[in-house]
């Protein structure tokens, strides 16, 4: 019996100093299929609350597969996003256009779109719009404590 167990030791020292690794010891990640451009968050500044604000994103398909794009959700009402193409050939661009609402929105702010993709890994693709702004009129005092 004790026979047996050195020759099965001896057997697993053996497959392990001598093994090929069944998986790959690449460190690269995958990478995305697509870029967006100018950059996936824009900053409107400061402004007043009254404006609409727009930001169009060109979304590239840099993969060698067609590139499909689902269900757009923004994170509140304030915000919109329209897109002129839903389909991408390799190589070919969309238009997405980030809006935030008129009147809306007051102070700061970061509101996100999330465009669904076959492309994303997994993820949805994200755009962001931040801002701040700025109340036309302040009320004094602001806080009221209702009974």
């Given at each position: 019996?004790?026979?047996?167990?050195?020759?099965?030791v001896?057997?697993?020292?053996?497959?392990?100093?001598?093994?090929?690794?069944?998986?790959?010891?690449?460190?690269?990640?995958?990478?995305?299929?697509?870029?967006?451009?100018?950059?996936?968050?824009?900053?409107?500044?400061?402004?007043?609350?009254?404006?609409?604000?727009?930001?169009?994103?060109?979304?590239?398909?840099?993969?060698?597969?067609?590139?499909?794009?689902?269900?757009?959700?923004?994170?509140c009402?304030?915000?919109?996003?329209?897109?002129?193409?839903?389909?991408?050939?390799?190589g070919?661009?969309?238009?997405?256009?980030?809006?935030?609402?008129a009147?809306?929105?007051?102070?700061p702010?970061?509101?996100?779109?999330?465009?669904?993709?076959?492309?994303?890994?997994?993820?949805?693709?994200?755009?962001?719009?931040?801002?701040n702004?700025?109340?036309?009129?302040?009320?004094?005092p602001?806080?009221?404590?209702?009974?």
């Amino acid at each position: 019996m004790i026979r047996f167990y050195f020759y099965f030791v001896l057997a697993l020292l053996f497959l392990s100093v001598f093994s090929i690794p069944l998986y790959s010891t690449s460190s690269t990640a995958p990478q995305e299929k697509f870029t967006i451009s100018p950059a996936a968050t824009v900053d409107f500044g400061t402004y007043p609350a009254n404006e609409e604000k727009r930001q169009t994103f060109i979304l590239k398909n840099t993969s060698t597969e067609k590139m499909t794009l689902g269900k757009i959700r923004t994170t509140c009402d304030c915000s919109a996003a329209e897109i002129s193409k839903k389909i991408l050939a390799p190589g070919e661009s969309t238009q997405i256009t980030g809006i935030i609402h008129a009147e809306s929105v007051m102070g700061p702010y970061a509101k996100n779109i999330y465009i669904e993709s076959d492309a994303a890994l997994g993820k949805n693709i994200k755009l962001t719009l931040n801002g701040n702004a700025v109340a036309l009129l302040k009320v004094e005092p602001s806080n009221f404590i209702y009974m």
